[in-house]
């Protein structure tokens, strides 16, 4: 009796052993299948499916549906655009010229959900940083549009990085050159970029030289 009881215990333990791989799969499978959002019906005409066709058409494939809740909010990263930041008070949709710690963490509070889009890229030259940004940004404006015309009219962008739209930026709102079109970057509305897409399973890191390829993120709040 004893033995068949020690043989069934080792047995149990070797079958753990080897499931415990499978199990985390599994949680990891399901965690981020989580965010792939079920449709949900916000009133507008669109299902996410016919949103997501918009994206790939714009020639943004690389996205995921994201509740709003899961954007990190920190004071600390107002302080990093305060301190430290070269475009404090020379763009038009920076700090100074944005909203308070507290506006903007109501502000995700307005919303469900969103979408976050991945961008991979390494420079050749560093110092054309503002000619990518600049494309891969209007071309998010256009997907902001459509959405906007597809019945979501909350639908708000945070661009991929600061406003690079003209060459020159007078650096206040008041004097933007094209306001219709300017949108602030995360950052500047207090996200925590990378708390909120290593929570999300993306990858982030902060470069130490410009050999490394770069991941940088856009927002689209959606509702
Ligand atoms: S649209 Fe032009 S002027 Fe306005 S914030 Fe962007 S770069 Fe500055």
Not at 167 to 184: D, F, W
């Amino acid at each position: 009796m004893f033995y068949t009881q020690l043989f069934f215990l080792c047995n149990l333990h070797s079958t753990l052993f080897f499931l415990w791989p499978l199990a985390i799969g599994f949680w990891t499978l399901v965690y981020h299948s989580s965010h792939r959002l079920p449709f949900i019906n916000f009133g507008g005409g669109m299902e996410h499916a016919e949103l997501e066709r918009i994206f790939i058409e714009h020639g943004f494939e690389n996205f995921t549906w994201i509740y709003a809740s899961d954007i990190e909010v920190a004071q600390w990263v107002r302080m990093k655009c305060t301190y430290g930041c070269g475009s404090y008070g020379k763009k038009a949709t920076c700090p100074p010229n944005a909203p308070s710690f507290e506006e903007c963490r109501r502000f995700f509070q307005d919303y469900g959900t969103g979408v976050l889009f991945h961008f991979r890229k390494k420079l050749e030259d560093p110092e054309k940083r503002d000619i990518y940004t600049r494309k891969i940004n209007s071309g998010l404006l256009k997907v902001e549009r459509d959405v906007f015309l597809s019945d979501y009219r909350k639908a708000f962008l945070f661009f991929m990085d600061e406003c690079q739209l003209c060459e020159h930026c007078p650096g206040t709102l008041l004097e933007c050159r094209n306001p219709r079109m300017a949108r602030p970057s995360p950052e500047s509305f207090c996200v925590d970029v990378f708390a909120t897409v290593k929570k999300l399973g993306y990858p982030i890191e902060v470069l130490k030289d410009y050999d490394r390829e770069m991941n940088r993120y856009a927002f689209l709040m959606v509702e």
